[in-house]
């Protein structure tokens, strides 16, 4: 079950990004709705709505979650580049997955996607040095910088498209 709940490991939190991990990872981000969009796009009805694992999310769920969640991860970069290392708020992922928007069309978030990850990535790469080092912090995980966000995020994109990929390897969709 862990290999179907995380197919590409856990996150871990790394000591130190260098500057050449966070390109990785905002290439990472520029690809993630493309990559979404030609896994997704030829799925029939039956097929989005067949959970990646026993107790999860359906392929739907999953692609309404990703832009909710980087909506969130993009407020709080510019929160962070704002503000003196803000407090954001956390929001229950598991409840925002059962609200009506999350069983509606795909195509909706796929747009949201890649329109989000356009403005991202736009001001991931006009960051300088020392704004990579500016922070935010969670109430249940801490401090983080923006670089340790940089990766969760990218980490996030690629652990939920192996949800939507590993499931159709699975069932031999094609």
């Given at each position: 079950m862990d290999k179907h709940r995380f197919p590409i490991g856990r996150f871990e939190w790394p000591e130190t990004i260098?500057?050449?991990k966070r390109k990785e990872c905002i290439r990472a981000l520029s690809k993630a709705p493309s990559l979404y969009r030609e896994e997704v796009e030829h799925l029939k009805k039956h097929q989005l709505d067949t959970p990646y694992r026993e107790g999860g999310w359906s392929i739907r769920q999953v692609v309404h979650h990703v832009p909710d969640s980087h909506l969130h991860g993009y407020i709080r970069f510019k929160q962070a580049l704002?503000?003196?290392s803000p407090e954001i708020k956390p929001y229950d992922q598991m409840a925002w997955a059962e609200l009506m928007d999350s069983s509606g069309e795909i195509e909706v978030s796929l747009k949201l996607l890649e329109s989000l990850h356009?403005?991202?990535?736009?001001l991931l790469n006009e960051l300088q040095e020392?704004?990579?080092i500016r922070t935010f912090r969670h109430p249940e995980s801490g401090r983080s910088t923006l670089e340790e966000a940089v990766s969760l995020?990218?980490?996030h994109s690629r652990h939920h498209l192996a949800h939507i990929t590993s499931l159709k390897e699975r069932m031999e969709w094609r």
């Open positions: 260098s500057a050449e704002t503000e003196e356009q403005r991202w990535v736009l020392n704004d990579w995020y990218a980490w």
